[in-house]
């Protein structure tokens, strides 16, 4: 997502070679993306708009549209599951993009802002937390914070890679158990494992 350079991508795993390409219209910036089903659900930055594209042809079917800014979106195989940059995580109906319910994310210290990318892992939601390190482990049924993930050290050139090309990529390889965890315009996908911190 870049405004102008906005894509969908189907790209081989993981050699990475780009099988299709999908340009947005240049007044869209292209957001949160997740498969469900037969389908591919984008969102768009701020022209609260989702396309729906068939997950075949990505061609686009359908869209509807939301009352905020769009950043993540996953599902948990009923709903979709959106973030717009606040503590606020919002279910809506696939279907037709209603408002089903929402959470509001909290940790320890309060309100848990920034929401960014988002995946549904094993009955919890991730979330990049906006220009910083770390994920965010989210129960879904309570906006809970349960589990913090530290991924400081793993950009691969800070220096270059600063602000807006910060840490906000996650897709979980459930096979293995594995996370692959990116940034924008980073030029590696990282597959890790995760283990408890020192001292549990």
């Known amino acids: 997502g870049l405004w102008g350079r906005s894509r969908l991508i189907r790209s081989d795993f993981p050699e990475g070679e780009v099988l299709a390409s999908i340009p ?28 729906v594209y068939d997950r075949e042809s990505l061609e686009v079917k359908r869209t509807f549209s939301y009352p905020t800014e769009g950043w993540g979106l996953t599902h948990d195989g ?8 606040s503590a606020t995580l919002r279910f809506l109906d696939p279907s037709s993009g209603a408002e089903l319910r929402r959470v509001e994310v909290a940790g320890a210290r309060g309100p848990v ?26 129960n879904p049924e309570t906006g809970a914070v ?3 993930i530290d991924l400081a050290g ?20 459930r096979e293995s158990g594995d996370l692959l965890v990116t940034g924008k315009c980073w030029p590696y996908l990282y597959r890790i494992s995760l283990r408890p911190a020192d001292g549990g």
């Open 113 to 138: 802002k920034f929401l960014n990318e988002l995946e549904y892992v094993d009955g919890h939601v991730y979330a990049n937390i906006w220009k910083t390190d770390l994920i965010a482990a989210i």
């Open 24 to 51: 947005l219209a240049p007044e869209h910036f292209g957001e949160g993306v997740t498969v469900m089903g037969d389908e591919v659900f984008q969102l768009t930055y701020t022209s609260r708009l989702c396309l």
């Open 78 to 85: 009923e709903a979709l599951i959106m973030s717009d940059g």
């Open 154 to 173: 793993l950009n691969p050139d800070p220096d270059r890679l600063v602000d807006p090309y910060v840490l906000n990529g996650i897709a979980w390889a």
């Open 146 to 148: 349960t589990a913090w």
